[in-house]
């Protein structure tokens, strides 16, 4: 069974960072190209960052390029976020996702002062 | 950027009626297009994948149609655990539609 556990959410203030990372089990992670997409609230789905299965390409929404990071560990199964310069529009739960088929269940990210 | 305009962005129906949602692109999108259920306070949920494929598990009332720059899913009778909230992905270029939240009557 697909499961994708996402961890490192919280409450920080605008200008910080945070790093998220999300564990995958039942399936070969390094075969796979991995997603981030986050969901403001009450708000619709937003795509932000794309590695491939070998992390030899990453694509990022135009709204994170240049903050936010995606990386991954395929000796750990692990997938990364890393997000800088922190802006309160950032505010959601940031979803990972396996291709777009199989998503977990969410870390909340709120940026506040 | 390809833009999705789904609607309804809210429909109220009752049990056994058949519902439909529907996604349009602001182009040609080669029938990209995946479907999502998400319930509240869980994971989004893939129902149907590049427009009318059932992904495994998903009841059969679920259909997807389309081509071009329009698509839609269909409920073919409504069921009490189908109250949710669907939404469109073009997964091409990655762009979500806008949601609709479906309620029962």
């Known amino acids: 069974e697909v499961q994708l556990v996402e961890s490192g959410g919280g409450l920080v203030q605008p200008g910080s960072s945070l790093k998220l990372s999300c564990v995958a089990s039942?399936?070969?992670?390094?075969?796979?190209?991995m997603h981030w997409i986050r969901q403001a609230p009450k708000k619709g789905l937003e795509w932000i960052a794309l590695?491939?299965?070998?992390?030899?390409?990453?694509y990022y929404a135009d709204s994170v390029k240049g903050r936010f990071t995606i990386s991954r560990d395929n000796s750990k199964n692990t997938l990364y976020l890393e997000m800088n310069s922190l802006r309160s529009e950032d505010t959601a739960m940031y979803y990972c996702?396996?291709?777009?088929?199989?998503w977990g269940q969410g870390t909340l990210v709120t940026v506040s002062s | 950027d390809i833009q999705m305009t789904q609607s309804p962005s809210f429909l109220s129906a009752s049990v056994g009626d058949r519902v439909t949602i529907n996604c349009k692109a602001s182009?040609?999108?080669?029938?990209?297009l995946n479907w999502y259920q998400q319930k509240l306070g869980e994971a989004p949920k893939l129902l149907i994948y590049?427009?009318?494929n059932l992904q495994t598990g998903i009841p059969s009332r679920f259909s997807g149609s389309g081509s071009g720059t329009d698509y839609t899913l269909t409920i073919s009778s409504l069921q009490p655990e189908d109250v949710a909230t669907y939404f469109c992905?073009?997964?091409?270029?990655?762009?979500f539609g806008g949601g609709t939240k479906l309620e029962l009557k």
């Open positions: 590695i491939y299965y070998d992390s030899s390409n990453k």
């Open positions: 182009q040609n999108i080669n029938k990209y």
């Open positions: 992905l073009q997964h091409s270029s990655r762009t």
């Open positions: 039942g399936f070969t992670f390094s075969s796979y190209n």
């Open positions: 996702a396996k291709g777009f088929a199989y």
């Open positions: 590049n427009t009318n």
